[in-house]
């Protein structure tokens, strides 16, 4: 299962509403989720099963989708969200996909 | 608190093996599915092998199918990744995650660094 975000980089703002998308080559229901990469650091799960948010993740973030199209929103960009984010599907039990990435910069 | 603490990596040649080990404390690992993400400089990340609770089942990318081999030690709270015949694209840095039931990575190790080079 081939995974596809767009766009792969984002120029924004402190405040900005941010919208990330990622796209499945096949239906993987609600297995899908967002994670948050920093330089140097591990990822840190944000999302999980689309829409579910992580323990302890501001609710600034929020996920939604099914099927084959899925978004991240970041409602209020806030200094310390300048980051890589990746989706996953886990709907294959034999494999786990990611995709490309999306690095959000500060415009 | 939970934490994942990779370790064994370093600099190998083409065509050498390593083993890299993660280490866990704060969580019994026999209860999770694990798997081990790697990161080659500057790429994303990619999935490369997961194993089930017991060990029982195994899984793998196509590009390291026949050369890695995962594997645990729930007595010794431990999760390993023999790696053989390595090849320049296996330089990266490699993360152990723990999978949750739904089979996503819910807590991750710090990583080891993996470079293979002449």
């Known amino acids: 299962i081939h995974m596809t975000q767009s766009p792969s980089s984002l120029s924004a703002s402190v405040g900005d509403r941010v919208t990330i998308t990622c796209r499945a080559s096949q239906s993987i229901s609600t297995y899908l989720n967002w994670y948050q990469q920093k330089p140097g650091k591990a990822p840190k799960l944000l999302i999980y099963?689309?829409?579910s948010l992580q323990s302890g993740v501001p609710s600034r973030f929020s996920g939604s989708g099914s099927g084959t199209d899925f978004t991240l929103t970041i409602s209020s960009l806030q200094p310390e969200d300048f980051a890589t984010y990746y989706c996953?599907?886990?709907?294959?039990?034999?494999?786990?996909?990611f995709g490309q990435g999306t690095k959000l910069e500060i415009k | 608190e939970v934490q994942l603490l990779e370790s064994g990596g370093g600099l190998v040649q083409p065509g050498g093996s390593l083993r890299l080990s993660c280490a866990a404390s704060?969580?019994?690992?026999?209860?999770?599915?694990m798997s081990w993400v790697r990161q080659a400089p500057g790429k994303g990340l990619e999935w490369v092998s997961g194993?089930?609770?017991?060990?029982?089942?195994?899984y793998y990318e196509d590009s390291v199918k026949g050369r890695f081999t995962i594997s645990r030690d729930n007595s010794k709270n431990t999760l390993y990744l023999q790696m053989n015949s390595l090849r320049a694209g296996d330089t990266a840095v490699y993360y152990c995650a723990k999978e949750n039931a739904r089979r996503y990575f819910d807590f991750w190790g710090q990583g080891t660094r993996v470079t293979v080079s002449s």
């Open positions: 704060g969580l019994t690992l026999r209860s999770y599915a």
């Open positions: 194993i089930s609770a017991t060990g029982g089942s195994t």
């Open positions: 099963a689309a829409s």
């Open positions: 996953q599907q886990s709907y294959s039990t034999l494999m786990s996909t």
